[in-house]
């Protein structure tokens, strides 16, 4: 069968519907433009999907005038000159390397090297080959602790490369505070 993509509005918020070969229902709201989308299997009835979005219409409320926001927020930020944005990497590089130093006797890890980039889905990355460790420049703009999170988060990496249960294990080991600061920083938005 083929998709079929239709919309309906709840509370004058659109909502785009697409029936696909599927086995549940989701619900995604777009951080880049606020749009609300649903992808349901094709036997799934219409009133159906409309009740699971009308029960759900608060909380989309919420997260979309939430984003709608941050996109206005990103659109008003003057853009920093080359000098400015060198300027910064090279703050954020000075902090970063602080806390690697801080972190790898504790959690027994050594970074091969640091880079700060500008990221757009991602707060940091690590090469779990080489141990080098990538730091989104966003993480500037945010608390100290968010920037500490994420830097043991990337050195967890080197102890175990996916997220299972013993990656997380090693996060509650290393910094308990893990679930409330990576709440955080899931409902904000990479810049």
């Known amino acids: ?33 606020g ?3 649903i992808s349901a ?7 159906r999907i409309y009740r699971f979005a009308k029960e759900r219409i608060d909380w989309i409320r919420v997260y979309r005038e939430k984003y709608l926001r941050a996109k206005e927020g990103r659109r008003e930020v003057r853009q ?7 300027q910064q990497k090279l703050l954020l590089k000075r902090d970063v390397e602080k806390l690697i130093a801080k972190w790898e006797p504790v959690m027994g890890v050594k970074a091969s ?29 945010k608390p100290p602790e ?6 043991v988060h990337e050195l967890t990496h ?3 490369p996916g997220h299972n249960a013993v ?11 893990w679930k409330r600061v990576r709440k955080y920083l899931n409902d904000e938005v990479p810049e």
């Not at 083929?2 to 951080?31: A, G, H, Q, W």
């Not at 990656?167 to 505070?177: A, L, R, S, V």
């Open 1 to 33: 069968m083929r998709e079929k993509t239709y919309s309906f509005t709840i509370e004058e918020i659109p909502i785009i519907v697409t029936k696909k070969r599927m086995k549940n229902m989701y619900l995604r709201i777009s951080k880049e433009d």
């Open 35 to 37: 749009s609300v989308r």
């Open 41 to 47: 299997p094709h036997q799934m009835s219409d009133e």
């Open 80 to 86: 920093l000159s080359e000098a400015e944005l060198k």
């Open 113 to 141: 090297g640091v880079t700060i980039r500008q990221m757009k889905t991602r707060w940091g990355s690590c090469n779990v080959r080489t141990h080098h460790i990538n730091i989104n420049l966003a993480l500037a703009k």
């Open 146 to 151: 968010c920037l500490e999170y994420v830097v």
């Open 158 to 160: 080197i102890l175990e």
């Open 167 to 177: 990656f997380w294990g090693y996060m509650t080991q290393f910094y308990p505070n």
